[in-house]
């Protein structure tokens, strides 16, 4: 059984330009959510996908932006982008969406905006 | 707003000391409660949850936490610790469709 994988594993950017972070989940697994963790923070909830479907949003701005493939891999597209996006950034799948589901994380996606 | 409240951002602990990080939530409704670990070099893995049910739950390496209603609280406990449980710890709390994490606690036991 794969795990949750995410790509790529380190990122560097400059400020105003967009990036695509890429998931794919746990085989099985038809939710996604991704979190920014900032360095010492816990990671912050930005949205889940269900069925291709965002089922959930946290306190982040519309510029970022997210999709869920047929095959239940996401993408988190961040526009326009700022110093204080950098962060690493998580995907977690669960077999479904609800509470009563554990997310399965990955390694994440270390963003460097400079 | 929602909040996970971490008490103790860094504990440094003796090989068979016991171990209790605290976890305090702010949130009236039904949650689901859980604490992950992260290991150095490692990524989130998930300890113990708690659904419904006996509120004292068991996770994985000898780990427990007890979920206090009344307290807003779900802490976490080990009888003694051991070298390998150095790591960062991150109670976490699913309130609705939304996910909040506290600022997590590093702990370090020294051999």
């Known amino acids: 059984e794969t795990g949750v994988t995410q790509s790529p594993t380190h990122l560097i950017k400059t400020r105003g330009q967009q990036v695509t972070l890429r998931c794919s989940s746990q085989?099985?697994?038809?939710?996604v959510s991704w979190y920014q963790q900032a360095l010492g923070q816990g990671p912050q909830f930005i949205f889940q996908?269900?069925?291709?479907?965002?089922?959930g949003r946290g306190n982040f701005p519309p510029r970022f932006s997210g999709l869920q493939f047929p095959n239940y891999s996401s993408e988190l597209n961040v526009n326009a982008l700022e110093l204080d996006d950098s962060a690493l950034y998580l995907c977690?799948?669960?077999?479904?969406?609800?509470?009563?589901?554990?997310?399965?994380f990955g390694p994440g996606t270390r963003l460097t905006v400079l | 707003a929602q909040s996970v409240s971490q008490h103790n951002h860094h504990v440094i602990l003796s090989e068979a000391a016991s171990l209790e990080l605290g976890c305090n939530y702010s949130?009236?409704?039904?949650?689901?409660l859980f604490w992950y670990v992260q290991y150095p070099g490692q990524h989130l893995q998930l300890l113990l949850k708690?659904?419904?049910?006996?509120?004292l739950v068991k996770g994985i390496k000898g780990f427990e936490a007890e979920f206090i209603k009344s307290k807003f609280s779900f802490n976490l406990r080990k009888p003694s610790v051991q070298w390998s449980d150095t790591a960062e710890y991150f109670c976490?709390?699913?309130?609705?469709?939304?996910?909040?994490f506290g600022t997590g606690t590093s702990l370090t036991v020294i051999p």
């Open positions: 949130y009236g409704g039904t949650v689901n």
């Open positions: 708690y659904f419904s049910g006996d509120p």
């Open positions: 996908y269900y069925r291709e479907e965002e089922n």
């Open positions: 976490a709390v699913n309130a609705g469709n939304q996910f909040y």
């Open positions: 977690a799948s669960s077999p479904n969406r609800g509470r009563n589901n554990e997310q399965f």
């Open positions: 085989s099985g697994h038809n939710t």
